[in-house]
C-alpha cells in the first residue's frame, strides 16, 4: 500500500493485530476483509519479523476475491495529510520500490525470491 503521510511517501504491507485466541491467518483475513473490502486467500506463510519491538508475520497472498477499496479504520482516518493508495506490485520489483517499510522484511523477501529463483535456474 502506498502511503501520503504529513508530507512524505513511502509503501508498506498490510497487516493489523490478531484478537485473543485468533490465529494469525486468520487475523490477516479479518484485517484485510476489514481495510481493503477482499477475501484473500492465504498460499503460505513466509517467516516472522521482529519490529520495533513486536513480532509481525509474513504471508504469501496471490488470489483475492472482492473488489478492493480502503474501508474500516483507515478509510476514516482519510484527510489531506494522511492517505492509503491501494497498489498492486510485483514481488519482483520489490526493489524498484522506494521508501518500503519495514525495511528488514523488504529485503528478507527479495533475498527469498533470489534463492528461488536460482534454484529454479
Given at each position: 500500500?502506498?502511503?501520503?503521510?504529513?508530507?512524505?511517501?513511502?509503501?508498506?504491507?498490510p497487516g493489523g493485530?490478531?484478537?485473543?485466541?485468533?490465529?494469525?491467518?486468520?487475523?490477516?483475513?479479518?484485517?484485510?476483509?476489514?481495510?481493503?473490502?477482499?477475501?484473500?486467500?492465504?498460499?503460505?506463510?513466509?517467516?516472522?519479523?521482529?519490529?520495533?519491538?513486536?513480532?509481525?508475520?509474513?504471508?504469501?497472498?496471490?488470489?483475492?476475491?472482492?473488489?478492493?477499496?480502503?474501508?474500516?479504520?483507515?478509510?476514516?482516518?482519510?484527510?489531506?495529510?494522511?492517505?492509503?493508495?491501494?497498489?498492486?506490485?510485483?514481488?519482483?520489483?520489490?526493489?524498484?520500490?522506494?521508501?518500503?517499510?519495514?525495511?528488514?522484511?523488504?529485503?528478507?523477501?527479495?533475498?527469498?525470491?533470489?534463492?528461488?529463483?536460482?534454484?529454479?535456474?
Amino acid at each position: 500500500m502506498r502511503r501520503l503521510k504529513d508530507g512524505r511517501e513511502f509503501y508498506v504491507f498490510p497487516g493489523g493485530r490478531a484478537k485473543t485466541k485468533e490465529s494469525f491467518e486468520a487475523a490477516v483475513k479479518r484485517v484485510i476483509k476489514e481495510e481493503f473490502n477482499i477475501e484473500i486467500k492465504i498460499e503460505t506463510f513466509l517467516f516472522r519479523e521482529e519490529n520495533k519491538g513486536k513480532t509481525e508475520f509474513y504471508f504469501l497472498v496471490r488470489d483475492f476475491e472482492g473488489e478492493p477499496l480502503i474501508s474500516g479504520e483507515e478509510r476514516q482516518v482519510i484527510n489531506e495529510n494522511n492517505q492509503f493508495c491501494l497498489e498492486w506490485k510485483s514481488l519482483k520489483n520489490l526493489e524498484e520500490l522506494p521508501n518500503l517499510l519495514p525495511q528488514r522484511a523488504a529485503n528478507r523477501i527479495t533475498k527469498e525470491l533470489k534463492k528461488a529463483a536460482a534454484l529454479v535456474l
